[in-house]
Every structure is written in C-alpha cells, then in structure tokens.
C-alpha cells in the first residue's frame, strides 16, 4: 500500500523557472493538502482540495497553483521560482477532516 | 504569526524515563489537537489527538494532556524508548475536522539508551 507519494525527492531550480510538484494517493481520500516547512518552523498549508475539481487556499498560497482533475492526483505548481520558495514541500490525505491526514514523504526544493 | 508554539527546540531523556514535550497556542478559538511524529527524511505520522471537550487522553505509552484555561497541552512518552527519538509537532485547527491546521515548529526528542 503506497500511501501518499511525492515526486521528485529532491530539485534543484533557477530563480525563475517553473515546476510541479507530484502527489498521489491510492486511497480513495476526497481531502488532500499541500503545506510547506521551512528551517526551524511548522508546516504551513500552501492549498487543500475537498474532491476532484475543487480546491481553495491555505495559509500561504500566494505564488503557488493547484489543480485537482482526479481523486488520486493532487499537484502544486511554482510558475515563477523564487529564492522564498526554497522549502521541504509536504503533501497529505485523508478521508474526512475529522480523521488525522496521511502524509508523503516530502519534497526538498532548493531555487538559486 | 505563530499562534501554535513549541518553544523547546530538542529535549534528551534517558530510556525508561518519561519525556514531556509542551505546546503552547494563543488562539481560543483552536478545539482540536493533534501530535504528529516525524523521522528524517519522512513525513509526519498521526501520534495522538484530543478534543477541547476532553483534559486528558490515553493511547498506550502516549498521553496528551490539555489545559484550556492556560490554552496548553503536554505530551508525555512513558517508558520512553530510543525508537521514540524524532521531532515531534504539535498542531490544532478551529474545529473538529477542519481543514486549516497549524502547526508548531516542533520539537526534537533524543531517548538515550
């Protein structure tokens, strides 16, 4: 049983270039999450998704699009990489706000 | 704006001892908290979670323990074991279930054999 899986692990960008970020749960879950951490501090939610085809922002979505065409894939992307956006970016599920969320193992994005 | 604080950044307990790991939050508003373990490399898993409706709850060698009027709650580990060594977040949300949580900058807890 996978769980939640991001890609890549790792990427390194230049300030300016574009990516996505992949997650993917093969649990069933309506609810997925992005949030980043940076050095030293808690996860932030970035944007959450409540079932396919909707999604609304979190804490700190500026910067940053999601899109959620399917129940498994939930992707977040970075039009415009900036130093700020250097972070280990975490994606989570779960079944139903009331149950704890299941989290991947996380992306370290470094932009230079 | 951290309105969840943990503010000891690491914590080291002998083996069999008990490790008491604390949070703090400054919003009333938070009913629902959750701990949330972490190893390197991984992402957080679910620990333990209680209810603003509750003062204490029990999972094993896991408690969590919440004092609303000091909007405070502690995790305690007994015995506590090497394998427990990882940092450990605290996090709470406005209402049960809801979608926006916040987290602590967490803690890191070292079980010395």
């Known amino acids: 049983n996978a769980g939640v899986t991001q890609t890549p692990k790792f990427r390194i960008l230049k300030i300016g270039q574009s990516m996505t970020l992949q997650c993917t749960q093969d649990m069933n879950h309506n609810y997925m999450y992005w949030y980043r951490q940076d050095p030293g501090m808690g996860l932030k939610l970035i944007y959450y998704?409540?079932?396919?085809?909707?999604?609304d922002k979190g804490e700190v979505p500026n910067g940053y699009n999601v899109s959620r065409s399917t129940t498994e894939d939930f992707p977040l992307r970075l039009e415009l990489a900036a130093p700020s956006q250097t972070s280990v970016y975490f994606c989570?599920?779960?079944?139903?706000?009331?149950?704890?969320?299941?989290f991947g193992d996380g992306t370290r994005l470094s932009i230079l | 704006d951290q309105q969840v604080k943990q503010n000891s950044p690491s914590l080291s307990v002998q083996e069999g001892r008990i490790s008491i790991l604390n949070c703090d939050y400054t919003n009333s508003m938070f009913d629902y908290f959750l701990w949330y373990k972490k190893y390197p490399a991984e992402g957080p898993t679910f620990l333990i979670s209680i209810s603003s409706i509750k003062d204490k709850n029990e999972d094993g060698r896991f408690t969590v323990f919440l004092n609303k009027s000091a909007k405070h709650l502690s995790l305690h580990i007994v015995p506590s074991q090497p394998g427990d060594s990882a940092v450990y977040f605290c996090a709470a949300s406005g209402q049960t279930g809801a979608n926006n949580l916040f987290f602590g900058t967490g803690t890191r807890l070292t079980v010395i054999p």
């Open positions: 998704s409540v079932g396919a085809g909707i999604t």
């Open positions: 989570a599920s779960t079944s139903d706000p009331s149950i704890p969320q299941h």
